[in-house]
């Protein structure tokens, strides 16, 4: 079964901070790999989907790269609005998460 | 609009059964693979199981093989999920989810309901 690794599994940043977050995936996953915003007591939202496009409505400060195994997933200036956890995950499989919190 | 309404969660006691449902709107049921993900208390998002769009192939995590079965009526836009044999690490949020688009198993799962409770304790 294919692993994906996710770090960090916290951050705290400032307002208009560039934020990065990483995902490994133990295998080749090619470009199988989406990025969710889950806030707390809400549904999970779908940002990007096969590592770089983002889904509609979806704002531009989220980004994400990558390709094989090494994806990153970036907002490029962090808003209040943006505290949540982010998971990546590719089918059957999620990150563990990454809790991002506002310094 | 498309909606996602998952009911049927509770309490139960170790050993038991459970049916989650979720009710769908806003879209054409048939024409989407639906997945159950759920979250544990504290924990992050977990897969669970998945179905085709016409009900005739199934997938299930390892850790609910055999206990639980997703199902569909897509006359009645409804998703299932059956859960026999309960245990106390089951307890979570459950979600439905409906794939992005109509095309089979892409694993992008574009829209989530708010999910439901179960609780199994003694």
């Known amino acids: 079964d294919i692993q994906m690794t996710q770090s960090p599994s916290s951050l705290s940043a400032s307002v208009g901070d560039r934020v990065t977050i990483t995902c490994q995936a133990s295998?080749?996953?090619?470009?199988?790999l989406n990025w969710y915003q889950h806030k707390i007591g809400k549904a999970p939202k779908l940002l990007i989907y096969?590592?770089?496009n983002l889904e509609t409505g979806v704002p531009s400060r989220f980004s994400g790269s990558g390709s094989g195994t090494d994806f990153t997933f970036t907002i490029s200036s962090l808003q209040p609005e943006d505290i949540a956890t982010y998971y990546c995950?590719?089918?059957?499989?999620f990150g563990q998460g990454t809790k991002v919190e506002i310094k | 609009e498309v909606q996602l309404v998952e009911s049927g969660g509770g309490l139960v006691q170790p050993g038991g059964s459970l049916r989650l449902s979720c009710a769908a709107s806003?879209?054409?049921?048939?024409?989407?693979?639906m997945h159950w993900v759920r979250q544990a208390p504290g924990q992050g998002l977990v897969w669970v199981s998945r179905?085709?769009?016409?009900?005739?192939?199934?997938t299930y995590a390892d850790s609910v093989k055999g206990r639980f079965t997703i199902s569909r009526d897509n006359a009645k836009n409804a998703l299932y999920l059956e859960m026999n044999s309960l245990r106390v690490e089951d307890t979570a949020v459950y979600f439905c989810?409906?794939?992005?688009?109509?095309?089979?198993?892409?694993?992008?799962?574009?829209?989530w309901g708010q999910g439901t409770l179960v609780t199994v304790s003694s």
């Open positions: 989810a409906r794939a992005s688009t109509p095309a089979p198993n892409t694993g992008i799962l574009g829209y």
């Open positions: 806003g879209f054409t049921l048939r024409s989407y693979w």
């Open positions: 179905i085709n769009s016409e009900g005739s192939s199934t």
């Open positions: 295998q080749d996953i090619t470009h199988y």
């Open positions: 096969d590592v770089s």
């Open positions: 995950q590719h089918y059957g499989t």
